[in-house]
């Protein structure tokens, strides 16, 4: 049996690295989590780090601002994971990937990168509007580095965190699913997918020794998440056993107040805008360039949405 790559895991601490640090200790492999020096006394993150060190995992200290430190962190392992924050509410850090880039390239080990994407795929967005456009630009700025560096890579394309999207019943700013009133974006009709975020890193990690997934984007469509808001809506009903009240917001009234919104919610309203109103994660056929997770390991028993919901109960 071959042996299972070595990862570094880098931005560990955060709401998807912590998942993948997880899932790649679950499924054996040897687990590094770069410590960056910026940790401070974040005490938050430290209790984290030390945590994966007793689940078994290797903390390396490394910082974008040292790049030495990356490229010793890299010569460790044989595949690289990057999850750092791409989210202009929190902090957008997708273009520091360019200094992993480099670290990379001069380590010259590397079997596979995945870089931070891991929501909707930058290469189909190539006509999203302002401001939101900049996560998918800056995302496609990484890849050709990453390309053009000739590292070995594999993207991941996982759509709607449950977590954002079905807590808040696809409502943008809500995280706890109303038991009284829901917003319909427009008819509610629009299909996207939805992935529980532990389901994400377990097929993630899957991923990295697996050849039919190199150099190419994997997507993460679970044949039982494909639903329209209308259809999430009825599901969290059910579960209740009761009907919400509900009204509906337009394309044109969504515009109107996304555009008196500060910049940061600006840039995730849009993404909303695709999701919910414009139906991009649901309206195309993967192809012959890209896998489809679901369909890959068919021995993961995914989370369905009306399994995520219950906990809300």
């Known amino acids: 049996m071959a042996m299972k790559s070595k990862v570094l895991i880098v ?75 791409g989210v202009h509410i929190r902090t957008h850090q997708i273009l520091l990937q360019l200094k992993l880039v480099d670290a990379i390239k001069e380590a010259g080990n590397i079997k596979r990168f995945l870089p931070s994407e891991f929501g909707t795929d930058p290469a189909r967005m190539e006509n999203a509007m302002e401001p939101g456009r900049v996560t998918f630009d800056d995302k496609m700025v990484v890849r050709r580095a990453i390309e053009e560096a000739g590292i070995p890579f594999t993207y991941i394309s996982a759509n709607c965190f449950a977590g954002y999207f079905l807590g808040g019943l696809c409502q943008p700013g809500f995280i706890l699913p109303s038991r009284d009133h829901v917003l319909l974006h427009g008819d509610g009709n629009q299909k996207a997918i939805y992935v529980d975020e532990d389901d994400i890193a377990t097929y993630s990690i899957k991923t990295i020794d697996d050849p039919r997934t190199l150099n190419k984007t994997v997507y993460i469509r679970p044949a039982e998440n494909i639903l329209s808001q209308r259809e999430v809506v009825e599901i969290w009903e059910k579960l209740i056993g009761k009907e919400l009240l509900n009204s509906s917001i337009s394309e044109q009234e969504f515009l109107a107040i996304m555009k008196e919104q500060d910049y940061a919610e600006q840039v995730g ?45």
């Open 269 to 313: 309203l849009t993404h909303y805008y695709h999701v919910c109103y414009e139906g991009y994660l649901a309206h195309f056929e993967i192809g012959d360039e890209a896998e489809e997770a679901f369909t890959l390991y068919p021995e993961v028993k995914y989370t369905t949405v009306e399994e995520y919901m219950e906990r809300y109960l």
């Open 11 to 85: 931005g560990g601490t955060g709401y998807l690295g912590k998942r993948l640090v997880k899932a790649s200790l679950a499924q054996g492999h040897q687990t590094y989590v770069l410590q960056r020096k910026e940790v401070g006394v974040d005490i938050k993150k430290v209790q984290l780090l030390l945590w994966f060190k007793q689940l078994g995992a290797h903390l390396v200290t490394g910082s974008f601002n040292d790049h030495q430190s990356l490229v010793n962190a890299v010569k460790l392992v044989d595949v690289v994971i990057c999850a750092i924050s």
